[in-house]
């Protein structure tokens, strides 16, 4: 069963992008332009992996973050944030979050997808 | 002291020394009297005893024997004729009667002959009525040497008065008394008259509150004594001369410190900073008004207390106490940053300075506290660092995008057609939006910087009109939209920047093309009225709410909606624009409805300098 993979960004072309690499490397992949959407489909049925922007429309990056981390103590699924936002702020509110990676635009797709696979191969070990 | 008083007291002192002579002449005649009472008493008894014996030796028939001579107790009745013979009498030895002559009004009293021959003889004190007493001598009349009868010699006791005799004498003694008595006194009061004038003239120069000295000549004490009080005087005098000079010196000093601290405290009233001065116990000696106003109390409240009499604020409260605790230089620069509840939008600075002393520089005499207003300095500090954040974040946003397409180019994703036709497009749109970006941003840049110089020229607006207009719409041709140009035939020629200006409406025709939907129309128009020339650019596309109309001149905003989102942008395009047109002195307006597109309109005055020196 392939994973699931949830990307939110305000940026059409990153999201087009993204999408289609991930879903090259056999991942399900949703895409969402804003937080608010991202947070909806997470209550719905949680991803494997949530990759989000920071500023966004409705609802930003770290409302999104703050919520789950709220609403879903015990959540499973790992977080990266990527963002061109770098102040010393955003790393700090991210840093105090559980299971969240902090990736900083302009972001290598390999570099994300290495990542991934470094995840999922490391989740796949602790459940057999 | 008053006169009358100082002459009371001489009169008291003369009716006391009268009353004093009285009262020893009084003493004497009282002993003289007392002396002379007893005195007679004692003759009076050595003569009765000596009689009554003499007659006791008388033979009893002859003392008895009344004829016819007249006997012994008349003999002797009658030769007593001093008055002080009260009775003589001679009685049996039962006590009877036998022979007796008295004076007249006299009742001689009877007698118990005594038993034993030791009470035979005596003397006796008998009171005959309320004033007199008799003073009685009697003795045995033997017969062959029993006792026959009694002889009895009764006297009138002398009693408490004064003797004729002694009148002369008591006036002897009295005159002379008299006389020296107020002898000694005039004598007292010469002896004491110059202590009475000391005194005067020391009430004098009491009353008068002058210091000068006692011109009496004295002798003896009270010589001496006025000899010190003299110069006692002379030393006072000196003394106040000094304390009076030292007066006027302090005097001099205290309105030249006074005239001193106004100036200081007007320049300190002045001075664009709250002000807080504090010694070194802590206690504030002066506050400015600025600083009442800040702290929303009374000047008079702050100055002579405690930070902890009145200071709400515990991170301000903690910081004053501090400085009181200081004790060595070097702790100027400590900066503490608040708001205060009467002035909770601004940022205050406050800061230390310690006062030194101007003779010993080591020696700290207090703190000088200013709290300054740092609201805009850090408002300005916050801007910067948010405008350098917004500036790296839209450069990242096409940077990342294209590093992203690249990356993809270098791998499978370049086999495919499409995908390769679709990144040259993205690749296209994102370095024509780092472009934009990064010419907006210098533009903006330069005008707030105020380094952009404004090259006026004489414009024909209807020509740059149709020029941007063709441009645009060329550019815009592949969205599928309509365009329309709507300029009157002629329109008053405007002293403007072109180049600015066009980035202007260029900026309001890219944005109706880009937030157009498909089939919509772009409409550039220009109507020049009395007032005016007013420049629009219309289209009917997505809209802006009236949320949104608050904000999208400001620098890099961007709206929530996804509409706006889906759109490619940097959020400076219309900042650029209104400050473009604030240049020319000019407004620009927008009107718009969500799904009914926008228009934005240039108003460029007839009455601004700029346009009417073209006209």
């Not at chain 1, 399900?28 to 489909?41: I, S």
């Not at chain 2, 009344?66 to 001093?82: F, K, Q, T």
Request: glycine share 6%; charged share 25%.
């Amino acid at each position: 069963m392939s994973k699931r993979i949830l990307v939110a960004d305000d940026e059409p072309h990153v999201l087009r992008v993204l999408a289609h690499s991930l879903e090259r490397e056999g991942y399900e992949v949703k895409t969402v332009a804003n937080g608010a959407d991202a947070y909806e489909l997470v209550v719905q049925a949680a991803p494997d992996v949530l990759i989000t922007d920071i500023s966004m429309p409705k609802m930003t990056g770290q409302t999104l973050c703050e919520r789950i981390q709220e609403q879903m103590p015990d959540r499973q699924f790992l977080i990266f944030i990527l963002t061109s936002r770098t102040e010393i702020e955003h790393r700090e509110w991210s840093a105090a979050l559980s299971n969240v990676k902090f990736l900083e635009k302009p972001v290598s797709t390999r570099k994300l997808l290495n990542q991934l696979e470094d995840y999922f191969d490391l989740q796949d070990a602790s459940v057999a | 002291m008053p006169k009358t008083t100082k002459s009371s007291n001489q009169e008291k002192l003369g009716i006391t020394v009268v009353l004093a002579s009285l009262a020893v002449i009084g003493f004497i005649l009282v002993v003289l009297v007392s002396t002379q009472l007893e005195t007679r008493v004692a003759e009076l008894r050595s003569r009765g005893v000596n009689l009554v014996r003499l007659l006791a030796e008388t033979p009893y028939a002859q003392i008895t024997s009344e004829a016819p001579r007249r006997g012994p107790l008349h003999l002797i009745y009658e030769s007593a004729n001093d008055g002080q013979l009260a009775y003589a009498a001679v009685t049996d030895r039962n006590g009877q009667p036998q022979t007796e002559i008295a004076a007249p009004g006299v009742i001689i009293p009877g007698i118990q002959p005594g038993a034993t021959p030791s009470e035979w003889l005596g003397e006796r004190t008998l009171s005959i009525d309320a004033a007199r007493e008799i003073m009685e001598f009697y003795a045995p009349l033997l017969v062959n040497g029993d006792l026959a009868g009694h002889v009895r010699l009764g006297y009138f006791k002398p009693i408490m008065g004064l003797d004729r005799a002694q009148v002369s004498f008591l006036a002897t003694v009295s005159l002379p008394i008299f006389l020296l008595v107020p002898l000694f006194y005039f004598l007292l009061r010469r002896e004491v008259r110059p202590l009475r004038e000391a005194n005067s003239e020391i009430q004098s120069l009491i009353d008068s509150r002058a210091l000068n000295t006692v011109d009496i000549r004295a002798s003896g004490e009270l010589g001496d004594f006025l000899a010190r009080f003299n110069s006692f005087v002379e030393f006072m005098r000196t003394r106040v001369d000094t304390l009076e000079g030292e007066q006027t010196r302090l005097m001099t000093s205290s309105k030249l410190l006074t005239y001193q601290r106004m100036r200081v405290e007007t320049v300190l009233q002045a001075f664009p900073e709250a002000i807080l001065v504090m010694d070194d116990t802590g206690s504030i000696n002066y506050a400015n008004m600025r600083l009442a106003n800040l702290l929303g109390r009374q000047v008079d409240d702050i100055v002579a207390t405690k930070p902890a009499e009145w200071c709400e604020d515990e991170k301000l409260r903690e910081y004053l106490s501090q400085l009181r605790a200081k004790s060595a230089p070097g702790y100027a620069g400590h900066c503490l940053e608040l708001s205060l509840p009467n002035a909770v939008n601004k940022t205050i600075h406050v800061h230390s300075y310690p006062l030194f002393s101007p003779r010993e520089s080591a020696e700290i005499l207090g703190t000088l506290v200013v709290f300054r207003d740092a609201t805009e300095e850090v408002l300005a500090k916050r801007a910067r660092g948010e405008f350098v954040a917004h500036v790296a974040h839209e450069l990242k946003t096409p940077l990342n995008v294209l590093a992203m397409y690249a990356e993809a180019l270098q791998g499978e994703d370049a086999d495919s057609e499409d995908f390769r036709i679709e990144a040259v497009n993205v690749i296209g749109d994102e370095v024509a939006r780092l472009s934009g970006l990064i010419n907006n941003l210098l533009s903006i840049t330069k005008i707030e910087m105020g380094h952009l110089k404004v090259e006026k020229q004489r414009v024909k607006l209807r020509e740059l009109l149709q020029d941007a207009f063709e441009n645009v719409s060329r550019s815009g041709r592949d969205a599928h939209l309509n365009f329309k140009l709507e300029l009157p035939d002629d329109i008053s020629p405007v002293s403007i920047d072109k180049e600015l200006l066009r980035i202007s409406i260029n900026n309001l025709l890219t944005n109706a093309i880009k937030y157009n939907n498909p089939n919509g129309t772009v409409t550039l128009k220009a109507e020049e009225t009395d007032a005016a020339i007013l420049v629009s650019v219309k289209d009917d596309g997505i809209g802006i709410s009236s949320e949104d109309q608050k904000n999208i001149f400001s620098k890099f905003y961007r709206s929530d909606d996804d509409k706006v989102r889906s759109r490619t942008g940097h959020g400076l395009g219309l900042a650029l624009a209104q400050d473009i047109v604030h240049l020319h002195h000019g407004e620009l307006h927008v009107v718009s409805e969500p799904g009914e597109g926008a228009e934005f309109t240039i108003e460029l005055k007839k009455d601004s300098g700029l346009l009417q020196k073209a006209i």
